[in-house]
C-alpha cells in the first residue's frame, strides 16, 4: 500500500515537470514566465488541490490575461513571497504577480503596472475585544501582527511612535492563530486576507474602519519597461471592457472601489501607491539611503537579538549537553538508550521543524513566548550535537589516568570532576566554538517564530528598499563583527591551554 | 599490626577462553622490598591490578591488611577503604596531562584525605626533592622524560602514604645506571611502614636490592 502511495507520487510528481514542456511542443507561441507566492493562497494564487501543478486563483487570471495579450503563453514560477521582486529583477521570470503592492520603493526598483485592484489595511481582533480596539492607535502599547515586508509592517512600525509592537509573520495564518491565543492583540492586514481568514476562524472580527488604502499591481523587471507598458494596455482594456469586473467577481472580491479606481485610471490620473494612512502617519521613504539610515538602529538591535539569543541558547546546550553525554558515558542502560534517542531524534530531524513544533504545535499546551520558543528550540537542538562532542571528549581521556586516580582514592565522581571533565573540556574547546559560529548563524532560523533577529531584519529592509546589495553588506559584516572575536578568543584559549605553564 | 600485609589466595581470572591467572597464591611480609619475577605474558601485571581493585577476579581472595577482595565485584565502600592501604605506579606512569607536576602529587591528598592546599604542597615539594624532581613542580607531564615522569608518578602514590606500594614493570624504561639508582631509591623507601611489591624482569634489580623474590609461570606463584 506504502508502495503504491509513493509510485503515485511519484508519476503525478514526473507528469507535473513534464506538463510544461508538452504544452512547448504543441504551443510554439513563447512563454510569459511569472512568479507568484503559492502559500499566499486563495483568492490570489493557490495550487489545485487535484493537480499541484496547476494553480488558480485572481492573479492567475490577471497573469493569464497579459499573457494572452502579449501573444504568450504564461508559466507559472513558484516563488517564496519576499522574493518575487528579486526573481523578477534577475530574469528568472518576466512577471511577478501575487497580491504585490504598490510602494514608493517598488516603483523606484522595478517596472511596476498601472494598480488592478485596490484594497484597505484593516485591524482584525478578537471578538471579545471588538469595542475596545478599534484603531491601530486603541492598541498603543499592544502586540499587531502582520506579513513582514508589508505595507502594514511598515504601517505598524510607524505606529511604534504611539507604542504599537510590530510583529512579523512569514505567512498570513500564523498571524490570525496567534491572535486567537492572544500572543498578538490585533493583527494588520489586507482586506482581502482579513475577510478570508475572520470567515475560517470563528473569534476574529474585522474592524470596519480603513487603516490605509494600497493597490495590487504586477512588476517586471527594471529595463522591461515596454513589456509592462504594453501589460498596462491590456490591463486598462479590460478595465474598459468589464473582464476584470468579472475575474473579480468571479473570486468573490469585487466592490465599488474597484469601480472607482478604474474609473480614475481610465480619466488618465495617476494614483498615488497608498492613500488615507491613519492619523497620517509617516511611511517608507524612497531614497535608499536615507532607508539605510532609518533601518541602521533595528539593524543593529536585531544584531542584539542575535547575539543574546545565540549566548543563552549556547549556554543551555551546553549544560543540557553535559548532562547528557554524562548520562550516555556512566547511565544504566534504559538511560543510555532513552539519550541516545534523544540525540537521534535531534539530529535527524530538521530544526525548522522543531521550532515549528515547539512554537505553534505546542501552542495549545504551553504557550511559549516567541523569544522563549526560540532559545529552548536552538538550546534542545544543539544540546544534542554539543553532547556528541563532549562524550566523543569524555571517551578520548586515557583510560589509564582514570585508572590512576582511582588508585589514587578518588570517586567516580571525583575522577569525572578532577581528571576527566576537564581533559575533555579542553578537547571539546574547539569543535565547540564552531558549533557557536553555526548556532549564531542557525539563530536566522528563528525568525519563522516572529522573532525579528539579525538575517529577517535585513530581509525586511531589503524588500523595503528593493535591493539586497546594501542590506546583504551591512548584515554580513554584523555576523563576521560577532562570530570573528569569537573564533579569536577560542583561538587564544586553546593555546594558553596547550602551552607549557613555564 | 604483625602478620603479612598481603595474602593472595588460589587467585582465577580468564578473559574468554584465555586463563591469565589460574590459581595465584602468595603472601608478602610487612616491610620488605619484593620482587615479583617472570616471562611477559605470565600474569604479574594482571595480579597486581587486581590487588589494586582495577581487575575483577573469577575466584580466590585478596587480602590487604583488614581488607578482604573476593571474586565478584567489592563495594564502593570496600574499594575506599582498600585504596587507604594499596597505592599502585603504572609502567606507563599515567599522570593526570592537564595539570602541572606539583597538582599531580597534591591532588590526592587535597580532595581525598583533605589535606589544607598548603601543607600538602609543603609535604608534595618534600616528596619531589626526596625523588630528585623537585625542579619540575611547574612542569606539565608532557614536557618531563621517562625516568623523571617515573619519578613524579612514584612521589604521586608516596603522597597519600599507602602502606603497600605497588610498581609494574619500574626499570624496563630505564638504562643500567638508572636501574640501579631506582633499586637504591626503593630500599631507601622500604621500612617499617611501608612495603614495596615490584613486578619486574629484570633480574640485577631483584639479585641486588629485593628482599624477597616471587617468581610466577602460566598464571602461578612457583616459588
Same mark, same amino acid.
Given at each position: 500500500m506504502r508502495a503504491f502511495a509513493l509510485a503515485a507520487v511519484v508519476v503525478v510528481a514526473s507528469l507535473g515537470l513534464l506538463a510544461p514542456h508538452a504544452v512547448r511542443d504543441r504551443d510554439v507561441r513563447p512563454e510569459l514566465r511569472w512568479a507568484g507566492d503559492p502559500e499566499g493562497g486563495a483568492p490570489y494564487v493557490e495550487a489545485d488541490p487535484n493537480d499541484p501543478a496547476k494553480v488558480v486563483g485572481f492573479d492567475v487570471e490577471v497573469a493569464d490575461l497579459i499573457a494572452r495579450g502579449l501573444g504568450r503563453v504564461p508559466r507559472f514560477i513558484s516563488a517564496p513571497f519576499a522574493s518575487i521582486d528579486q526573481l523578477v529583477a534577475r530574469g528568472d521570470a518576466e512577471a511577478g504577480l501575487s497580491g504585490i503592492e504598490d510602494a514608493p520603493a517598488r516603483r523606484a526598483a522595478m517596472a511596476v503596472t498601472i494598480p488592478y485592484y485596490e484594497f484597505r489595511e484593516v485591524l482584525a481582533v478578537r471578538g471579545a475585544d471588538a469595542g475596545r480596539y478599534r484603531t491601530l492607535r486603541d492598541l498603543a502599547g499592544h502586540r499587531v501582527g502582520t506579513l513582514g515586508g508589508t505595507m502594514a509592517y511598515e504601517i505598524l512600525l510607524g505606529a511604534g511612535a504611539y507604542g504599537v509592537q510590530a510583529v512579523s509573520y512569514d505567512d498570513d495564518v500564523h498571524p490570525y492563530s496567534d491572535l486567537l491565543i492572544g500572543r498578538v492583540d490585533g493583527v494588520l492586514l489586507d482586506n482581502v486576507l482579513a475577510e478570508r481568514r475572520a470567515r475560517g476562524m470563528a473569534g476574529i472580527t474585522v474592524q470596519p474602519k480603513t487603516v490605509a488604502t494600497g493597490h495590487y499591481v504586477a512588476v517586471f523587471a527594471p529595463g522591461n519597461v515596454a513589456m509592462r507598458d504594453s501589460a498596462n494596455e491590456m490591463l486598462r482594456t479590460a478595465m474598459r471592457d468589464g473582464t476584470l469586473e468579472r475575474l473579480f467577481r468571479k473570486w468573490n472580491v469585487w466592490n465599488g472601489d474597484q469601480a472607482a479606481l478604474y474609473e480614475r485610471l481610465l480619466a488618465g490620473e495617476s494614483v498615488a501607491?497608498?492613500?488615507?494612512v491613519e492619523g497620517g502617519l509617516a511611511f517608507a521613504p524612497t531614497n535608499r539611503w536615507e532607508a539605510t539610515r532609518r533601518y541602521m538602529p533595528s539593524l543593529l538591535r536585531a544584531a542584539g537579538v542575535t547575539l543574546v539569543l545565540s549566548c543563552l541558547a549556547m549556554a543551555g546546550a551546553i549544560l543540557l549537553g553535559v548532562a547528557i553525554a554524562s548520562g550516555r558515558v556512566y547511565g544504566i542502560a534504559p538511560v543510555r538508550l532513552a539519550l541516545t534517542g534523544y540525540v537521534e531524534l535531534m539530529r535527524g530531524t530538521p530544526i525548522l521543524l522543531q521550532l515549528f513544533v515547539i512554537y505553534f504545535g505546542l501552542a495549545a499546551a504551553i504557550r511559549l513566548p516567541a523569544f522563549v520558543a526560540a532559545l529552548v528550540g536552538l538550546a534542545l537542538n544543539y544540546a544534542a550535537y554539543e553532547s556528541e562532542i563532549y562524550r566523543g571528549a569524555l571517551q578520548a581521556v586515557p583510560v589509564g589516568q582514570l585508572e590512576a586516580a582511582r588508585t589514587l582514592g578518588f570517586s567516580e565522581a571525583q575522577v569525572l570532576t578532577l581528571v576527566r571533565g576537564p581533559q575533555a573540556f579542553r578537547l571539546a574547546l574547539a569543535p565547540m566554538t564552531n558549533d557557536f559560529v553555526a548556532l549564531l548563524k542557525d539563530s536566522s532560523l528563528v525568525s519563522v517564530l516572529t522573532v525579528i533577529e539579525l538575517t529577517r531584519q535585513t530581509q525586511i529592509f531589503a524588500t523595503n528598499i528593493g535591493s539586497w546589495m546594501v542590506p546583504g553588506m551591512l548584515c554580513a559584516a554584523l555576523y563576521l563583527a560577532m562570530s570573528l572575536p569569537l573564533a579569536a578568543l577560542a583561538r587564544n584559549l586553546e593555546r594558553r591551554w596547550s602551552a607549557p605553564t613555564r | 599490626m604483625s602478620g603479612p600485609i598481603l595474602e593472595v589466595r588460589d587467585l582465577h581470572l580468564a578473559r574468554g577462553v584465555r586463563r591469565i591467572l589460574a590459581g595465584a597464591s602468595f603472601s608478602v611480609a610487612r616491610g620488605g622490598l619484593v620482587a615479583l619475577m617472570g616471562p611477559s605474558g605470565s600474569g604479574k601485571t594482571t595480579v597486581l591490578r587486581a590487588i589494586a581493585g582495577l581487575e575483577r577476579f573469577d575466584a580466590g581472595s585478596v587480602v590487604v591488611e583488614n581488607v578482604t577482595l573476593t571474586a565478584g565485584g567489592p563495594s564502593a565502600a570496600t574499594l575506599r577503604e582498600l585504596r587507604r592501604h594499596v597505592g599502585l605506579v603504572f609502567q606507563f606512569h599515567h599522570l593526570f596531562d592537564h595539570l602541572p607536576v606539583i597538582q599531580n602529587v597534591t591532588l590526592a591528598p587535597v580532595h581525598v584525605r583533605n589535606m589544607a592546599v598548603a601543607a600538602a604542597e609543603e609535604r608534595g615539594r618534600q616528596l619531589l626533592a626526596q625523588l630528585g624532581?623537585?625542579?619540575? @613542580? %611547574? @612542569?606539565?607531564? %608532557?614536557?618531563?622524560s621517562g625516568g623523571e615522569a617515573q619519578r613524579v608518578a612514584i612521589a604521586r602514590a608516596l603522597a597519600v602514604d599507602p602502606p603497600l606500594l605497588m610498581m609494574d614493570e619500574p626499570t624496563a624504561s630505564l638504562d643500567a645506571g638508572r636501574r640501579a639508582e631506582l633499586g637504591e631509591l626503593l630500599r631507601r623507601l622500604t621500612g617499617e611502614r611501608r612495603t614495596i611489591l615490584v613486578s619486574t624482569h629484570d633480574e640485577v634489580l631483584a639479585r641486588d636490592w629485593a628482599t624477597a623474590v616471587l617468581r610466577m609461570q602460566d598464571g602461578r606463584v612457583t616459588t
Open positions: 501607491p497608498i492613500a488615507d | 624532581v623537585e625542579h619540575r @613542580a %611547574r @612542569a606539565l607531564p %608532557r614536557e618531563l
